[in-house]
């Protein structure tokens, strides 16, 4: 690559497979000899953000590790869609957990690894929000507090999903689910703001802290690269948009988790040991109703009549995300280019 300009276009998330760069500068996914962790033939619906999100996240886990990697999955989609027994789609040694106890069973496997003096060989917990958020959320403040050396994924798809769009802890404002329906004046979820896990996660003074989208293939597996390169807890936190219970169609999943992040609702950043130190700047902010109107779950707000309260509070987190974080002019820490 000596003198030659590389442009964004070349490197970005839709250039995966663009053969013309530099191997080191490819992404994971262009690797004829990728791993392919999370193989094809699974149950999941067409477009489940999280069957991309950890095909991304173990395929770049398995290149970071030189494939000595062991991975525990709390129970939920990710679980079911993909071991119906007696079938497999997971080519990693692979654990199915109870649903509440993925990171103390991740945190088991790593001390076993240790006594065993196989220090090489990884380990990674992954659950859905529920598994994490909520039900797992003791064990994972444990494995956090004893720095216990796992990677823990939590695949946010903003509620119990398995069990049929049930409302979890991460599930945000005015969202539409089973348990919060849309009846009278009750406006969908009306339980806080959602529960802010990777800034919980930061709380613990834990080595790494990041969050993610699967609109950014290449951050992704940057941050899981970067992950696995240190050692004690660590937290990754990826945005991944269902179809199912978001009520979007299934080819737009890459499209709604970039408005996630453009509209400021999703803040993409990374954390070590308690401090911010990257964060993704915004490059063109949309409007979050541009976000929430591809979405059935938020229809009430715009039928029949526009919801404009609503709308202008949920407008008032993104807000405060992008003040927070200094998406959009960010001056005080560095803004780490994942794509050279
Ligand atoms: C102790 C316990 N309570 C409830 C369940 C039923 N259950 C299985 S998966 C699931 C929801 C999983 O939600 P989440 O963790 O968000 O993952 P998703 O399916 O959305 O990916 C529930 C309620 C269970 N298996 N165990
Ligand atoms: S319900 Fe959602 S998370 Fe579950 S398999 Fe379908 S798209 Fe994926
Ligand atoms: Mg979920």
Redesign the pocket.
Known sequence: MNGQRTFFYQVGTFAVGNRLLDPAMRAGQADPDRANALTSGH?????????LGARYVLDAAMRATGGKLVVVNAT???E??STPYPETSWRVPWLHSLFGNAPAVAAGAAATLRAQGRDDVRVIGQG?DGGTVDIGFGCLSGMFERNDDVLFVC?D?EAY??TG?QRSGATPPAARTATTPVVGDRSGNRFGQGKDLPVIAMAHRIPYVATATVADLRDLEAKVAHAMSLHGARYLHVL???????GTA?GDTVRVARLAVESGLFPVFEAEHGEVTAVRPIRRRVPVADYLRLQTRYRHLFTPTRCDDVLDAIGAVAEDNIRRYGLIEHRDVEHREVSP
């Open positions: 149950r999941a619906c067409q477009g489940c953000g999280e069957a939920g989609c990710l079911v869609f859905g695949y798809n999903m398995n769009v991944v948009p269902c179809p199912l219970g978001w299934s």
